[in-house]
């Protein structure tokens, strides 16, 4: 029966991928027939819609897989049944195969197999770009009264623009391959409703829950909310972080109020606030990804990590500026900023961020198969 199952709905894919493919679908043919997990999360209903498994729908189904765990505690087939079935961790490696391939342009997909190396000089070259570019411009005496002294606020905005619209550029080609491998309509061919329970999913991270609410399973049998409430605060604290920034922009050119702000304007309050609940979310997630039991975690090549330390050290560096206000500091903490807020904008493009856009177009797509039910 094994050796049925193996040979079952093989997805046609490059050579090396091919074992990964193959034993995804032997694993989802396997679920299939049992549906023990049917009630877990957004997988397996959506599974449940299919009776073979080709590259597009497992790469679909992988990045609507939170890794919870969940339903490899709760599964009869897992090790050390011969049938030895792993969702989670077999869904990892998917998910970790499919940013490379989704990539654009296709160049681009070794900075994604390479996160570490890619991250850390990005990270040194842009800061070092704007250590070079402080030194050889502006008088160093009004280095210390603020960061615009530093870096006129009209440079950040043409080079974090240029950066900005790059980043557009690559989310378009490569959502747009995936989008099409859901097999999604067009955006304005999705009712409101979809788009709504969509976004109920993803902002209460409704598939970290372990299908009862309890949470994820990443120390042995027992549930834990802890996961879930790191994503949730490394989640709002990105967006309170990208209000403030907007409310910054709107502050500057349509109220003529500059920055530095007062610690009680709104700009200030989101940044803050966003700030302080990445360095607790990021520092969470740090901890439940060395904590995870080793039979569901899979080697990613510093992806998970690297975005972590990237948003980390972009609060850390952002909350230190207003306290170095003054100081000699100053120029150099804001370079080191600088440095790490453009290598996470080329996060963004290629790197984890990358599995936050999948995984909301797989939770579209998933509620638009229901409502095709």
């Known amino acids: 029966m094994q050796d049925e199952l193996t040979q079952t709905s093989a997805p046609v894919v490059a050579p090396n991928l091919l074992p990964l493919y193959e034993e ?15 009630g877990h999360c957004a997988v397996f209903p959506a ?57 654009w342009p296709k160049g681009m997909a070794w900075a994604i197999r390479n996160a570490w190396g890619f991250t850390i000089l990005t990270t040194l070259l842009a800061t070092l770009f704007f250590l070079i ?37 690559v989310w378009y080609f490569s959502i747009r391959s995936f989008w099409l491998t859901t097999a999604l309509p067009g955006i304005f061919n999705i009712p409101l409703s979809v788009y709504r329970r969509a976004m109920m999913s993803i902002l209460t991270l409704k598939n970290l829950d372990g299908g009862h609410g309890h949470g994820c399973y990443q120390q042995g049998e027992v549930a834990s909310q802890m996961r879930r409430v790191f994503h949730q605060m490394t989640m709002y604290g990105f967006l309170f972080c990208f209000v403030a ?60 990590n ?11 560096t952002g909350l230190a500026l207003p306290l170095l206000k003054g ?4 120029a150099i903490v804001l370079c080191l900023h600088l440095g790490f807020v453009l290598a996470l904008f080329l996060n963004f493009a290629w790197g984890k961020f990358m599995h936050s856009i999948y995984r909301c177009v797989a939770l579209l797509a998933s509620e638009y198969e229901k409502l095709r039910q």
């Open 47 to 103: 599974m449940e819609q299919r009776l073979t498994f080709d590259r597009e729908t497992v790469d679909y189904l992988a990045n609507l897989c939170h890794q919870c765990g969940a339903c490899y505690q709760h599964c009869q087939y897992a090790d050390p049944h011969e049938f030895n079935v792993n969702v989670p961790r077999v869904f990892a490696e998917v998910r970790h195969s499919s940013y490379a391939h989704f990539a």
């Open 24 to 38: 995804s679908a032997r694993i989802m043919t396997i679920c299939n027939a049992c549906r023990f997990c049917e």
């Open 327 to 330: 100081t000699e500091y100053l």
């Open 245 to 304: 920034t907007s409310l910054g922009t709107i502050y500057h050119y349509g109220l003529g109020a500059p920055a530095p702000y007062d610690w009680l304007t709104a700009p200030k309050f989101f940044g803050v606030t966003g700030g302080v609940s990445l360095l607790v979310g990021c520092a969470g997630l740090w901890w439940c990804r060395r904590s995870t039991e080793q039979a569901i975690e899979t080697e990613d090549g510093g992806l998970g």
């Open 133 to 169: 570019g402080v030194t050889l411009s502006g008088d160093q005496s009004k280095r210390i009264t603020s960061p615009d002294a530093v870096i006129s606020h009209n440079t950040m905005v043409t080079i974090f623009s240029f950066v900005g619209w790059l980043i557009l550029l």
């Open 306 to 316: 690297s975005l972590i330390g990237l948003l980390f050290f972009t609060s850390l």
